[in-house]
């Protein structure tokens, strides 16, 4: 059984076209997040969700939408595409917890290529 | 805010030698503490992790992390490496008393050779 799963796991794309990924947790969290991995290795958070509700939106060009149906999902869609947009992509998830903070459970990943 | 530096990229090491990858943090507020591991072609899995207590903490698979507030350090350990532990491993750093915002450092590569 999956925990976290994306779709799709490779995705090749021209420049200025529009995609989306996909991400669903069966976990029951509460709380899902959109995290882009460099070609370095450097990861680094771009949104989070809690109970469907944006609560972390860095720096991020607004070409990127979150989009967050249910607790269960939270899509990524991207406008525009460009080169610099290759990477790949995870999403997270966890529940809230008081007191401290919680552990967040990683999707496969979604590696985007931008020709 | 919050910075990681692991200073080393790569380190290789032989099977059954120990190993100990670095990490440093900068932070104006107190902090939670994260070793992730990220095995080839999947997500990052958590392997430890500090919260508060006792600043030595433990994995199952025999990884081991020492919290020091003097030297803002979180190294990771491991006496004995096995050619499964060959893998990226992040560390990571949330403030404390809210938000769940995760920084990472720029990751190991820890390769295990025979």
């Known amino acids: 059984d999956t925990a976290v799963s994306q779709t799709p796991k490779y995705l090749v794309t021209q420049m200025g076209n529009d995609k989306s990924i996909k991400c669903e947790q069966n976990?029951?969290?509460?709380?899902m997040y959109w995290y882009k991995q460099d070609s370095k290795k450097f990861l680094k958070i771009m949104f989070s969700?809690?109970?469907?509700?944006?609560?972390i939106n860095e720096t991020v060009p607004n070409r990127f939408s979150p989009k967050s149906p249910d607790k269960a999902h939270l899509n990524l869609h991207i406008n525009s595409l460009e080169l610099g947009d290759s990477a790949v992509y995870f999403c997270?998830?966890?529940?809230?917890?008081?007191?401290?903070?919680?552990?967040?459970?990683f999707g496969p990943g979604t590696r985007l290529t931008v020709l | 805010a919050q910075s990681v530096t692991q200073l080393d990229s790569q380190v290789p090491v032989f099977e059954e030698a120990p190993v100990e990858l670095r990490c440093n943090y900068s932070?104006?507020?107190?902090?939670?503490l994260f070793w992730y591991v990220q095995y080839p072609n999947q997500g990052l899995q958590l392997l430890l992790k500090?919260?508060?207590?006792?600043?030595l903490v433990e994995s199952i698979n025999g990884f081991e992390a020492e919290f020091n507030k003097s030297q803002t350090s979180f190294h990771l350990r491991k006496p004995s490496v096995h050619i499964s532990d060959t893998a990226e491993y992040f560390c990571?750093?949330?403030?404390?008393?809210?938000?769940?915002?995760?920084?990472f450092g720029t990751g190991t590569q820890l390769k295990v050779e025979l």
């Open positions: 976990l029951g969290h509460d709380t």
């Open positions: 969700y809690n109970n469907k509700e944006l609560i």
């Open positions: 500090y919260l508060s207590g006792s600043t």
């Open positions: 997270a998830s966890s529940q809230r917890l008081a007191g401290g903070p919680d552990e967040q459970f």
């Open positions: 990571a750093v949330s403030r404390t008393g809210g938000g769940n915002k995760l920084t």
């Open positions: 932070s104006s507020v107190s902090v939670y």
